[in-house]
């Protein structure tokens, strides 16, 4: 059974889904006003682990990931270049959905973006008003969180010292106090053509309530699952809470999820420290993005995680090592009865699924995918695994992968084009064709294929 750490209980549960075999999962996506950085892609990347997990265990899953293409930098960004906002922030959304590509991270079967859903927004804030839990000021209309009693369920925030009338206006605030903020945001000077009509007059949304109203539209009014990163818990996430169930009355998700931050080297991410990082940026020093995924995906994600440089090349190594044992598997002819073989694997299968079953503990589960590894590879160094239990190991890395994606098992022409010319190489040694065996393994080596001839015959992996 899969069990989760709820932020909203403060305690692990078993997922138990709304509906029987279903996931309904929304997770925070960016707000495209610059190109997502390492610390983002943590987020996404623990998100895109439980995502295939739940596909793992054989559930349907139905993920949104909003855009939020209007909020107060979205506008600032596109007044500061002089273009719309559509022109501004389309190359933003562009680079995310590369960057996910690249980073083998599974699409989401819908990104509403902010712009797309101002209807909806408007009737959740006019659902809310009808609540009488809205005031209006100076033309913007604001969420009165007296009016919710359990405002701060969610991040331990005490609202029982609020003033009155205290309020925000700005989208983003990080100071830790309570204030009403803004659901409907009055047209300024500073927000050019970025404006829309309402019945609360000519402007446009706040931030917060985007998320509810796009959230709800296709996930219904109370959800399975709500992921993001632990800033967005105060206040993104508790006023979402607030406004959703002051105007359904209903609870808005069951379940809460929250990735710890990223450092850098052991120290927070900033441009001025000069450790701040796109994608595009680690990439261009030459680092390959399956061992980025990997690095990004190997810490827990309720523990900070620590990007260095020495931990992509570790990410790497550990890669090709599994590539390495894979490529190992192909050369096992040995054939008989092999029950140590077979219990190596099925013990490594059920270790790994009760790791992950615990709030997806990936540390041991990748822990006992190379505990097989080593094993598996003493059998075959003494030419004791069969193939059965190759194909049983192979098998099993098969829907491993479909969790860690970092490995291919698509390209079978490619193995046994490398299989066709070690057979002309042996055949050529065989009749003393030094020339023609040299040829071909030159050939091989350019391909990054090395040979290692042994008692048992020729073993081959990439480099």
Request: hydrophobic share 40%; net charge negative.
């Given at each position: 059974m899969l069990h989760l750490h709820n932020t909203l209980t403060r305690r692990q549960e078993e997922f138990i889904p709304l509906t029987p075999g279903e996931v309904k999962l929304y997770t925070c996506g960016p707000t495209v006003y610059d190109y997502a950085h390492i610390g983002n892609f943590r987020a996404y990347v623990f998100e895109d682990l439980l995502r295939r997990y739940f596909k793992f265990k054989g559930y349907k899953v139905t993920q949104v990931q909003n855009l939020t293409d209007v909020d107060d930098k979205t506008i600032k960004g596109a007044r500061a270049q002089g273009v719309s906002l559509k022109e501004y922030t389309a190359k933003y959304i562009q680079s995310f959905f590369n960057d996910l590509k690249t980073l083998k991270i599974e699409p989401a079967e819908?990104?509403?973006?902010?712009?797309?859903?101002?209807?909806?927004?408007?009737?959740?804030?006019?659902?809310?008003?009808?609540?009488?839990?809205?005031?209006?000021?100076?033309?913007?209309?604001?969420?009165?969180?007296?009016?919710?009693?359990?405002?701060?369920?969610?991040?331990?925030?005490?609202?029982?010292?609020l003033i009155a009338g205290a309020r925000v206006e700005v989208d983003e605030y990080e100071k830790e106090e309570a204030r009403d903020f803004a659901l409907w945001k009055a047209w300024r000077e500073e927000d050019g053509e970025v404006w829309w009509d309402s019945p609360f007059g000519k402007g446009r949304p706040g931030w917060h309530i985007e998320c509810s109203a796009m959230s709800m539209k296709y996930l219904g009014e109370t959800f399975d699952l709500h992921c993001g990163g632990e800033d967005n818990i105060f206040p993104h996430h508790e006023n979402e809470i607030a406004q959703s169930e002051a105007a359904t009355g209903k609870t808005f998700v069951n379940y809460w999820l929250h990735c710890r931050f990223l450092l850098v080297e052991g120290r927070k991410m900033s441009k001025s420290l000069g450790n701040f990082y796109t994608l595009k940026d680690i990439l261009a020093k030459g680092y390959k993005p399956d061992a980025v995924r990997w690095l990004l995906m190997s810490t827990h994600y309720r523990q900070p995680l620590n990007f260095t440089f020495d931990g992509i090349i570790a990410a790497e190594n550990a890669i090709q090592r599994l590539k390495d044992f894979l490529l190992s598997l192909n050369s096992v002819t040995h054939s008989c009865i092999d029950n140590t073989g077979r219990e190596i694997v099925e013990?490594?299968?059920?270790?790994?699924?009760?790791?992950?079953?615990?709030?997806?503990?990936?540390?041991?589960?990748?822990?006992?995918?190379?505990?097989?590894?080593?094993?598996?590879?003493?059998?075959?160094?003494?030419?004791?695994?069969?193939?059965?239990?190759?194909?049983?190991a192979r098998q099993f890395l098969e829907k491993v992968n479909s969790i860690l994606g970092v490995l291919d098992f698509s390209a079978p022409q490619a193995d046994a084009l490398v299989d066709d010319l070690i057979k002309q190489r042996v055949e050529a040694r065989k009749n003393r064709d030094f020339k023609t065996a040299d040829a071909v393994r030159k050939q091989l080596t350019e391909m990054g294929i090395v040979l290692e001839d042994t008692a048992e015959g020729t073993r081959w992996k990439k480099i």
């Open positions: 819908i990104y509403p973006a902010a712009t797309g859903h101002i209807p909806e927004m408007i009737s959740l804030i006019a659902r809310l008003r009808d609540k009488g839990v809205t005031y209006e000021s100076e033309g913007s209309t604001y969420f009165r969180i007296s009016a919710f009693p359990s405002y701060g369920k969610l991040s331990g925030m005490d609202a029982s010292s013990k490594a299968e059920k270790e790994f699924t009760e790791a992950l079953d615990d709030d997806l503990n990936i540390a041991p589960a990748l822990g006992a995918i190379f505990t097989m590894v080593k094993d598996l590879n003493k059998m075959m160094a003494e030419n004791q695994l069969t193939v059965e239990s190759a194909q049983k």
